[in-house]
T-cell receptor
Framework: AQKVTQAQTEISVVEKEDVTLDCVYE???????LFWYKQPPSGELVFLIR??????QNEISGRYSWNFQKSTSSFNFTITASQVVDSAVYFC?????????????FGTGTSLTVIP | DVKVTQSSRYLVKRTGEKVFLECVQD?????MFWYRQDPGLGLRLIYF???????EKGDIPEGYSVSREKKERFSLILESASTNQTSMYLC????????????FGPGTRLTVT
């Protein structure tokens, strides 16, 4: 079973529109971590945010905001007033504890295109 | 800034060749990872290492092996390359025993013909 589901494969928006990228995760751990990464056309994944399972406060960083809801096992990412430079593939990831440490599980990614 | 470098951005190899992909990180990170990225499948973990000379299988280790002789270097080895190993390979590193974010290299796009 997929531990991290990003149901939106591709999204296109017009510049300055808001867009929300969905992420649903599955875990039995009480302690876990969630992440968002951005992969621009250059290819290198860039870390955006990490949240632990005990901190459900929403976070805002400039035009980016994240909505963590344990009740629905979701960690959604919103870009406000999108720009062409936001065009990228975005990955959501989950980290769980295992016997040998922490293992990461990535979603399949959402490709965002911002049209000028 | 954390720097993760990979030996090649693009690589073309023939079926049956032994292929080495090298990854080096300069931040003294304990943990290193190898993923492959394929369209529609996201990132899949091949192998990871939490210490020198230590390795653990990820989700898709078949056809691959790894080597970590020094803390800063983590090598991925394709013992006998096959066409289904054509992919983008991403190396990552992270610090600590907790669940810290991973830092990624630029990737190696491997084509096996």
């Amino acid at each position: 079973a997929q531990k991290v589901t990003q149901a939106q494969t591709e999204i296109s928006v017009v510049e300055k529109e808001d867009v929300t990228l969905d992420c649903v995760y599955e875990t039995r751990d009480t302690t876990y971590y969630l992440f968002w990464y951005k992969q621009p056309p250059s290819g290198e994944l860039v870390f955006l945010i990490r949240r632990n399972s005990f901190d459900e406060q929403n976070e805002i960083s400039g035009r980016y905001s994240w909505n963590f809801q344990k009740s629905t096992s979701s960690f959604n990412f919103t870009i406000t007033a999108s720009q062409v430079v936001d065009s990228a593939v975005y990955f959501c990831a989950l980290s769980e504890s295992t016997n040998t440490g922490n293992q990461f599980y990535f979603g399949t990614g959402t490709s965002l295109t911002v049209i000028p | 800034d954390v720097k993760v470098t990979q030996s090649s951005r693009y690589l073309v190899k023939r079926t049956g060749e032994k292929v080495f992909l090298e990854c080096v990180q300069d931040m003294d990170h304990e943990n290193m990872f190898w993923y492959r990225q394929d369209p529609g499948l996201g990132l899949r973990l091949i192998y990871f290492s939490y210490d020198v000379k230590m390795k653990e299988k990820g989700d898709i280790p078949e056809g691959y092996s790894v080597s970590r002789e020094k803390k800063e270097r983590f090598s991925l080895i394709l013992e006998s390359a096959s066409t289904n190993q054509t992919s983008m390979y991403l190396c990552a590193s992270s610090t600590g025993t907790g669940s810290y974010e991973q830092y990624f290299g630029p990737g190696t796009r491997l084509t096996v013909t």
